[in-house]
Protein backbone atom coordinates (compact mmCIF):
# COMPACT_ATOMS: atom_id res chain seq x y z
CA UNK A 1 0.00 0.00 0.00
CA UNK A 2 1.30 3.11 -1.16
CA UNK A 3 1.05 6.20 0.93
CA UNK A 4 1.36 10.02 -0.26
CA UNK A 5 1.83 12.88 1.70
CA UNK A 6 0.25 16.29 -0.56
CA UNK A 7 1.82 19.39 2.13
CA UNK A 8 1.02 22.92 2.07
CA UNK A 9 -0.80 25.87 3.76
CA UNK A 10 -3.40 25.69 1.32
CA UNK A 11 -5.22 29.24 1.98
CA UNK A 12 -7.64 28.09 1.00
CA UNK A 13 -7.54 25.07 -1.34
CA UNK A 14 -7.60 25.74 -4.23
CA UNK A 15 -9.16 23.94 -7.65
CA UNK A 16 -5.72 23.55 -8.69
CA UNK A 17 -4.62 21.79 -5.74
CA UNK A 18 -7.82 19.30 -6.07
CA UNK A 19 -6.90 18.73 -9.25
CA UNK A 20 -2.85 17.46 -8.24
CA UNK A 21 -4.97 15.44 -5.19
CA UNK A 22 -7.06 13.47 -7.39
CA UNK A 23 -4.35 13.12 -10.06
CA UNK A 24 -2.04 11.40 -6.80
CA UNK A 25 -4.58 9.25 -5.97
CA UNK A 26 -4.00 7.74 -9.74
CA UNK A 27 -0.70 6.42 -8.03
CA UNK A 28 -1.10 5.52 -5.08
CA UNK A 29 -3.55 3.74 -2.43
CA UNK A 30 -3.65 6.56 0.13
CA UNK A 31 -3.23 10.26 -0.39
CA UNK A 32 -3.02 12.53 3.09
CA UNK A 33 -3.32 16.55 2.46
CA UNK A 34 -1.05 17.84 5.42
CA UNK A 35 -2.25 21.63 6.18
CA UNK A 36 0.98 23.02 7.73
CA UNK A 37 2.17 26.47 8.16
CA UNK A 38 5.30 28.95 6.05
CA UNK A 39 5.91 31.18 8.63
CA UNK A 40 7.27 33.86 5.90
CA UNK A 41 3.45 33.93 4.60
CA UNK A 42 0.66 35.73 6.21
CA UNK A 43 -2.63 34.11 6.15
CA UNK A 44 -6.13 35.11 5.93
CA UNK A 45 -7.26 31.58 7.61
CA UNK A 46 -6.26 29.91 10.57
CA UNK A 47 -5.00 26.80 10.25
CA UNK A 48 -8.37 25.37 11.84
CA UNK A 49 -10.24 26.75 8.78
CA UNK A 50 -7.70 25.76 6.02
CA UNK A 51 -8.31 22.83 7.04
CA UNK A 52 -12.04 22.28 7.13
CA UNK A 53 -12.15 24.00 3.67
CA UNK A 54 -9.15 21.77 2.73
CA UNK A 55 -11.72 18.97 3.38
CA UNK A 56 -14.67 20.55 1.99
CA UNK A 57 -12.85 21.33 -1.14
CA UNK A 58 -12.02 17.30 -0.93
CA UNK A 59 -15.10 16.04 -0.15
CA UNK A 60 -15.78 12.90 -1.96
CA UNK A 61 -12.33 12.23 -3.02
CA UNK A 62 -11.81 8.90 -1.69
CA UNK A 63 -8.73 7.81 -0.29
CA UNK A 64 -7.81 11.70 0.65
CA UNK A 65 -7.35 12.77 4.14
CA UNK A 66 -6.84 15.56 5.38
CA UNK A 67 -4.88 16.31 8.65
CA UNK A 68 -3.44 19.42 10.18
CA UNK A 69 0.60 19.87 10.35
CA UNK A 70 3.19 21.37 13.01
CA UNK A 71 7.15 20.91 13.06
CA UNK A 72 8.96 19.48 10.23
CA UNK A 73 7.51 17.81 7.24
CA UNK A 74 9.65 14.41 7.34
CA UNK A 75 8.12 14.12 10.88
CA UNK A 76 4.78 14.06 9.90
CA UNK A 77 5.86 11.71 6.88
CA UNK A 78 7.34 9.32 9.10
CA UNK A 79 4.57 8.92 11.46
CA UNK A 80 1.65 8.97 9.04
CA UNK A 81 4.55 5.85 7.53
CA UNK A 82 4.18 8.27 4.23
CA UNK A 83 6.47 6.62 1.00
CA UNK A 84 6.54 9.48 -0.84
CA UNK A 85 5.55 13.38 -1.22
CA UNK A 86 3.98 15.04 -3.38
CA UNK A 87 3.81 18.15 -4.59
CA UNK A 88 2.40 20.64 -7.65
CA UNK A 89 4.21 22.73 -9.87
CA UNK A 90 3.19 25.62 -12.13
CA UNK A 91 5.94 26.99 -13.50
CA UNK A 92 9.47 27.58 -12.90
CA UNK A 93 9.33 30.08 -9.78
CA UNK A 94 7.42 27.05 -8.32
CA UNK A 95 10.22 23.93 -9.20
CA UNK A 96 12.97 26.86 -8.27
CA UNK A 97 11.10 27.14 -4.56
CA UNK A 98 10.54 23.29 -4.67
CA UNK A 99 13.80 21.95 -5.08
CA UNK A 100 15.76 22.87 -2.11
CA UNK A 101 12.87 21.69 0.04
CA UNK A 102 12.60 18.59 -2.06
CA UNK A 103 16.74 17.59 -1.83
CA UNK A 104 16.44 18.83 1.88
CA UNK A 105 13.59 16.40 2.83
CA UNK A 106 15.49 13.33 1.18
CA UNK A 107 18.70 14.30 3.01
CA UNK A 108 16.92 14.25 6.27
CA UNK A 109 14.82 11.20 6.01
CA UNK A 110 15.88 9.72 2.36
CA UNK A 111 11.93 10.51 1.31
CA UNK A 112 11.60 11.18 -2.46
CA UNK A 113 9.28 13.95 -3.33
CA UNK A 114 7.30 13.68 -7.03
CA UNK A 115 6.18 16.57 -8.69
CA UNK A 116 2.86 16.69 -10.35
CA UNK A 117 2.74 19.62 -13.60
CA UNK A 118 -0.42 21.67 -13.12
CA UNK A 119 -2.83 21.00 -15.93
CA UNK A 120 -2.75 24.04 -18.51
CA UNK A 121 -5.95 24.75 -17.79
CA UNK A 122 -5.49 25.60 -13.89
CA UNK A 123 -1.32 26.84 -13.87
CA UNK A 124 -2.78 30.30 -12.98
CA UNK A 125 -4.47 29.51 -10.11
CA UNK A 126 -2.92 30.54 -6.81
CA UNK A 127 -4.57 31.36 -3.66
CA UNK A 128 -2.87 34.65 -3.46
CA UNK A 129 -4.51 35.72 -7.00
CA UNK A 130 -8.29 34.20 -5.68
CA UNK A 131 -7.98 36.52 -3.07
CA UNK A 132 -6.52 39.12 -4.65
CA UNK A 133 -9.55 38.95 -7.03
CA UNK A 134 -11.86 38.82 -4.20
CA UNK A 135 -10.52 42.13 -2.64
CA UNK A 136 -11.45 43.63 -6.03
CA UNK A 137 -15.14 42.03 -5.95
CA UNK A 138 -14.34 39.99 -8.96
CA UNK A 139 -16.06 37.07 -9.05
CA UNK A 140 -13.31 33.61 -7.81
CA UNK A 141 -15.97 30.48 -8.27
CA UNK A 142 -14.08 29.17 -11.12
CA UNK A 143 -10.79 28.69 -9.02
CA UNK A 144 -11.62 27.55 -6.01
CA UNK A 145 -15.10 25.04 -4.66
CA UNK A 146 -18.23 26.69 -3.39
CA UNK A 147 -17.09 26.89 0.81
CA UNK A 148 -13.89 28.16 0.02
CA UNK A 149 -15.01 31.18 -2.55
CA UNK A 150 -17.96 31.83 0.31
CA UNK A 151 -15.04 31.82 3.37
CA UNK A 152 -13.31 34.00 1.35
CA UNK A 153 -16.01 36.49 0.37
CA UNK A 154 -16.95 36.72 3.95
CA UNK A 155 -13.95 37.03 5.57
CA UNK A 156 -12.90 40.00 3.43
CA UNK A 157 -16.40 41.72 4.40
CA UNK A 158 -15.58 41.09 8.00
CA UNK A 159 -11.98 42.74 7.28
CA UNK A 160 -13.75 45.76 5.53
O1 LIG B 1 1.84 26.01 0.31
P1 LIG B 1 3.18 26.38 0.88
O2 LIG B 1 3.09 27.67 1.66
O3 LIG B 1 4.27 26.41 -0.15
O4 LIG B 1 3.52 25.21 1.93
C1 LIG B 1 4.76 25.19 2.58
C2 LIG B 1 4.85 24.01 3.54
C3 LIG B 1 3.88 24.15 4.69
C4 LIG B 1 4.58 22.72 2.79
C5 LIG B 1 6.35 24.03 4.00
O5 LIG B 1 6.61 25.26 4.60
C6 LIG B 1 6.66 22.90 4.97
O6 LIG B 1 6.94 21.79 4.53
N1 LIG B 1 6.61 23.21 6.28
C7 LIG B 1 6.93 22.25 7.33
C8 LIG B 1 8.27 22.59 8.01
C9 LIG B 1 9.43 21.94 7.30
O7 LIG B 1 9.47 20.74 7.10
N2 LIG B 1 10.40 22.78 6.90
C10 LIG B 1 11.57 22.34 6.20
C11 LIG B 1 11.28 22.18 4.71
S1 LIG B 1 12.66 21.51 3.85
Do not use: W
Not at 6 to 11: E, L, N
Not at 46 to 65: F, M
Not at 80 to 87: E, F, L, S
Request: charged share 20%; aromatic share 6%; hydrophobic share 45%.
Amino acid sequence: MTVAVFPGSFDPMTLGHVDVARRAMSFTDELIVAVGMNPSKRYMFTPEERLILARQSLEGCEGVRVEPMSGLLVDFCRNYQADVIIKGIRGAADYAAEEPMALMNRHLTGIETIFILADPVLAHISSSLVKDLAHHRAPIDDFVAPAAAQAITMRIKENR
